[in-house]
């Protein structure tokens, strides 16, 4: 990849730093995207975004006043002043010196608007094009970099009380001091989200296991095998009888029985079918202790969120429970959207 220019010296004003970060920006090739995709990770979104928009309107001023210096400057001189039009100086270069008479060179100028007008929404298209691809990137990357998703934590078992952006907004602005929120969103009854990410992960499961010429009746015999074990855990749970203790049943044992079940299985595709059922199992105990209500609360800075991560917010050991935030991609951005639930 192509290193970026070299930083300017700032003392010399900040219309060259702007041109430095313009020329930054490049299109085209694979290792050009690269470098947008670097800029963006260091100086993020919004950011990126009005680097592009100076390059755009610095392009089309470029390309009208090429236009106008190569076509209309020429038509508007050349043409023979009539009786009516008396001008000296700049007006022998605009369409006021221009004959009347003449409609051929009349609709240079029409024609003219029309072509740079285009030119200026087909900018406008590509740089909306571009936005939502590097949207995309923004969203996706997994680097360690300056972005949202540092800012944020995930709040489980909100109280009732504080279950409302402007509640839990609020309260948090009590703590850490006014205008220390950028912004909160609030999920109440998750449990269909535990529902969608325990489907995910068990046809995750089942596709790793019929990868390599498993049997579709192998396939539903463990399918209905999470099923009743889901039912019965959660019968277990609604009678009280439900208690979280280690289990006597070893994942030694687990790994042998599976490896028995599935032994005509190679050892790459085996070990996927492990570790996704490990994920099935693990989710289970989010199944059976559906939290009320979810937050995402956004901090202005690194050392707002900090104060969150290491402070006890209730003396309630079943209310606000901290977390780190998922990334963007974990989130099923359907539920978040269309559900009644989400303020």
């Avoid at 309107?57 to 002043?81: D, E, G, H």
């Avoid at 072509?115 to 995309?136: N, Q, S, V």
């Avoid at 079918?273 to 202790?289: C, E, F, H, T, Y």
């Amino acid at each position: 990849m192509r290193d970026l220019p070299p930083e300017p010296d700032n003392q010399k004003g900040h219309f060259k730093s702007i041109l430095h970060a313009v020329r930054s920006l490049k299109n085209g090739s694979n290792d050009k995207r690269g470098d947008d995709e670097r800029l963006l990770s260091i100086i993020g979104l919004d950011a990126f975004m009005v680097l592009r928009f100076l390059k755009m309107s610095l392009i089309f001023c470029i390309v009208s006043t090429a236009y106008v210096m190569l076509v209309l400057v020429p038509v508007y001189y050349s043409q023979p002043s009539s009786g009516e039009t008396i001008g000296n100086g700049i007006a022998y270069i605009n369409s006021s010196h221009i004959n009347k008479n003449n409609v051929t060179h009349a609709w240079v100028s029409v024609i003219s608007c029309y072509i740079l007008t285009f030119f200026i929404c087909g900018l406008m298209r590509y740089e909306w094009k571009h936005y939502a691809r590097m949207r995309t990137v923004w969203l996706g990357q997994v680097r360690d970099s300056t972005r949202q998703i540092r800012h944020t934590v995930m709040i489980e078992s909100v109280p009732p009380r504080y279950q409302s952006r402007k509640s839990i907004i609020e309260y948090f602005e009590r703590i850490l001091g006014e205008g220390s929120v950028y912004s909160a969103y609030v999920c109440r009854g998750t449990a269909a989200l535990h529902k969608m990410l325990s489907q995910r992960t068990r046809r995750q499961f089942l596709t790793d296991i019929s990868c390599d010429s498993g049997s579709r009746e192998d396939i539903e015999k463990i399918e209905g095998k999470i099923e009743r074990t889901r039912r019965r855990l959660r019968l277990m749970h609604e009678k009280g009888t439900l208690t979280r203790r280690r289990s006597e049943y070893s994942p030694v044992k687990r790994q042998d029985s599976v490896r028995q079940k599935f032994a005509r299985h190679d050892s790459a595709a085996l070990q996927s079918a492990i570790k996704a059922m490990d994920r099935a199992v693990g989710l289970i105990p989010s199944i059976i202790d559906d939290k009320d209500c979810t937050a995402l609360v956004t901090f202005v800075d690194m050392r707002c969120r900090s104060a969150v991560s290491q402070l006890s917010l209730s003396q309630e050991p079943n209310y606000w429970h901290v977390r780190e935030a998922p990334m963007p991609s974990d989130l099923i951005w359907e539920n978040m959207t269309v559900s009644r639930h989400v303020t």
